[in-house]
C-alpha cells in the first residue's frame, strides 16, 4: 500500500527504485481514506538512511499512511543539514495527534542522560507523546532513553555491545509497562 510523504522527500527515489509505492499529498487528498498519521523523531546523525529503512517497514502495509518527521529545536544534524527542510521543531507539532510515533536512536549511548545536550526536550517529547500519540515505538537508545525517563532503568555499562534475542521473565506482576505480555517473553 501506499506511503504518503512529501513529494521531494531523498529517500524517495531509493524507495521507488525498489518498487515501494509512494503517494504525493496531492493524489492522496482525492482519496476518501483516513491514513494513519505517523511521526517520526529521527536522531540518527543519517537521515536519510534512516528514513529510508523506517519507511520501507512501514510500507508493508495495507493501510495508507502519512508520514511526517520532527526535528529537535536544541540540536542540529552535523551530518545532514539539507534534509532538514522536511523536519518540522517540536514547537509546530505539539498541538498534533498521532496514531503513531517512532523515536530512533541516537550515538550517545555511552553519555549520562542528563548530560544529553537535548535531554530535556526529549523528555518533554516523551511525556507529549503520553497524550498526544496512541502508540510509540523507542529504537536503539530511545528505547533505553524511555525506559531511564519513565521508569527509572539506569543503564549498564558493558565491554562491548552487547545484540541478539534474549528470554525475558516478568518478576512483578500488574506494571503497566508489561501490560498484555506473557510471563516469559523475548525481545531483541
Known amino acids: 500500500m501506499p506511503i504518503k510523504v512529501q513529494s521531494n522527500l531523498p529517500a524517495i527515489k531509493v524507495l521507488e527504485s525498489e518498487n515501494i509505492f509512494v503517494m504525493p499529498n496531492e493524489v492522496a487528498l482525492r482519496q476518501d481514506i483516513r491514513p494513519l498519521k505517523i511521526v517520526i523523531l529521527n536522531l540518527m546523525p543519517l537521515k536519510i538512511t534512516t528514513e529510508t529503512d523506517l519507511v520501507r517497514l512501514l510500507s508493508n502495509t495495507p493501510l495508507q499512511l502519512e508520514i511526517s518527521f520532527m526535528k529537535l529545536k536544541s540540536h542540529t544534524s552535523k551530518n545532514t543539514p539539507v534534509e532538514q527542510a522536511f523536519y518540522r521543531d517540536f514547537d509546530l507539532m505539539r498541538n498534533e495527534t498521532y496514531d503513531g ?16 545536550t537535548y535531554w530535556n526536550e526529549i523528555t518533554t517529547i516523551f511525556d507529549w507523546a503520553r497524550t498526544h500519540v496512541t502508540s510509540t515505538l523507542y529504537i536503539c537508545w530511545a528505547a533505553q532513553a524511555g525506559l531511564y525517563h519513565f521508569y527509572g532503568v539506569p543503564k549498564y555499562p558493558l565491554d562491548k555491545k552487547m545484540f541478539g534475542i534474549f528470554e525475558h521473565h516478568i518478576n512483578v506482576q500488574g506494571l503497566p509497562i508489561f501490560r498484555g505480555f506473557d510471563d516469559v517473553f523475548f525481545v531483541p
Open 101 to 116: 510515533m517512532i523515536v530512533t536512536g541516537a550515538p550517545v549511548e555511552q553519555m549520562p542522560y542528563e548530560e544529553v
